[in-house]
């Protein structure tokens, strides 16, 4: 069958709910450092923890969506969250210091746990079969674009009234984007409401989408599952490094526009990387995309570690930036595959928070490298190995899993 009108209602719907949990909440949350630390006389550090702690109670809320996760608390599950992911956000223009600012952050990042990745892809898996790769990257893509979108608004209300407005806006804004999905999303499974999947033609009307989506039902295999939690571990520590690009560029002696324009380029690749390797998915299989990614961001790594040249570096920043596909649209298709639906929302919660986990861990462990060792060196080294993890890992978790995964 071809895609409908409410396929694409779905997918957009989908589209808003990363753009505000994610885009919102941790793609724009760096221009708040600044104005929160000097207006409290605190460090920079102490205000970016905020961020760390959205991060980690967004991996919690994920995996407790699974368990409270059906038709019936769908709808009220969608407001609720978005209730209180909006006031919670606007509640922090009213806090009088730093500790109050946490505590909200912790509903924050709950709230958008529970309507991001592990509910994103549960929905996407139910109401796509054909072209799931290129609707998952879609609705991934978002999270960057809201940064790049939102970025510029939100930063000129902070210089012209204060971060605190800014905030409320961004509340506001939380409600506005997840909208579409209170409207548009019918049902958990499309059968549900009395559609059906895209590209399932051969299911019978009445038949569950999970019974006719799946293939197999694989079941999970320890070893296998231990190796998809190391590719998410390997996959999301590597998403730190682009923050430090300023800092390379410095260290390089570069002008401070180079380290800018090599962010600026990375996140370009992190939304168009997205894209195209849903696109790969669909048409060559998660296992040889994401391969040629690791490739990719291989090259980009070693180019930056003996490479000086700016347009060599601004080339370099562009292929690491293909790590954020490998960690959001591949660690959800290489789950996926390996443990197919009936299992997914059994591993990918775990996978998902290991992953949030490792890119708020190592967004530290980067600069505690950098003041250890004086320059950046050990730290690519070891993202090169890990990059040759991820490549030995997802070789032995497709050698272990059926072909039609």
């Known amino acids: 069958m071809k895609m409908t009108s409410r396929h694409i209602l779905v997918l957009v719907a989908m589209c808003g709910l990363i753009a505000s949990g994610i885009g919102l909440v941790t793609n724009v949350s760096?221009?708040?450092f600044t104005p929160v630390a000097d207006e409290f006389g605190i460090l920079k550090g102490s205000a970016s923890l905020m961020l760390t702690i959205c991060n980690i109670s967004l991996a919690i809320g994920g995996t407790i969506l699974p368990r409270?996760?059906?038709?019936?608390?769908?709808?009220?599950?969608?407001?609720g969250s978005t209730g209180i992911l909006a006031a919670s956000?606007?509640?922090?223009?009213?806090?009088?210091?730093?500790?109050?600012?946490?505590?909200?952050?912790?509903?924050?990042?709950?709230?958008?746990?529970?309507?991001?990745?592990?509910?994103?892809?549960?929905?996407?898996n139910k109401w796509?079969?054909?072209?799931?790769?290129?609707?998952?990257?879609?609705?991934?893509?978002?999270?960057?674009?809201?940064?790049?979108?939102?970025s510029p608004i939100v930063n000129g209300i902070i210089s012209s009234a204060g971060w605190r407005m800014g905030f409320v806006v961004l509340g506001l804004l939380t409600v506005v984007l997840n909208l579409p999905a209170i409207f548009f999303l019918p049902s958990l499974d499309p059968v549900t409401s009395g559609n059906r999947a895209l590209g399932a033609d051969s299911a019978p009307a009445a038949a569950s989408t999970d019974t006719a989506n799946e293939q197999y039902v694989p079941p999970i295999n320890a070893a296998v599952f231990a190796a998809v939690v190391g590719f998410a571990l390997f996959g999301s520590a590597i998403t730190a490094l682009p923050q430090h690009f300023p800092g390379i560029s410095e260290l390089y002696l570069r002008d401070a526009a180079v380290g800018a324009s090599m962010l600026s380029v990375c996140m370009i690749a992190n939304t168009a990387g997205k894209i195209v390797l849903g696109a790969l998915i669909d048409r060559l299989g998660t296992k040889l995309s994401v391969l040629l990614y690791t490739v990719?961001?291989?090259?980009g790594l070693v180019v930056v570690l003996v490479m000086r040249t700016p347009m060599l570096l601004l080339i370099a920043a562009a292929l690491i930036g293909l790590c954020y596909s490998i960690a959001t649209v591949g660690i959800t298709m290489i789950t996926r595959d390996a443990f197919g639906l009936a299992n997914y929302g059994k591993t990918y919660p775990i996978v998902n928070l290991v992953g949030n986990m490792s890119n708020a861990v190592f967004s530290s462990v980067v600069g505690f490298m950098y003041d250890f060792t004086g320059g950046y060196t050990l730290t690519l080294f070891v993202f090169l190995a890990m990059v040759a993890s991820i490549f030995a890992i997802v070789l032995f978790v497709y050698g272990h899993t059926p072909e039609k995964a």
């Open 68 to 79: 409270i996760l059906n038709e019936k608390t769908l709808k009220p599950l969608l407001i």
């Open 89 to 124: 956000t606007a509640a922090l223009a009213m806090c009088p210091s730093i500790m109050p600012m946490y505590v909200l952050c912790v509903l924050r990042g709950l709230a958008a746990g529970m309507v991001t990745f592990v509910f994103v892809t549960t929905v996407l």
């Open 296 to 299: 990719l961001v291989a090259v």
């Open 128 to 150: 796509f079969v054909a072209s799931i790769g290129l609707a998952t990257s879609i609705a991934m893509g978002c999270s960057g674009l809201a940064g790049a979108l939102f």
């Open 30 to 32: 760096g221009l708040f």
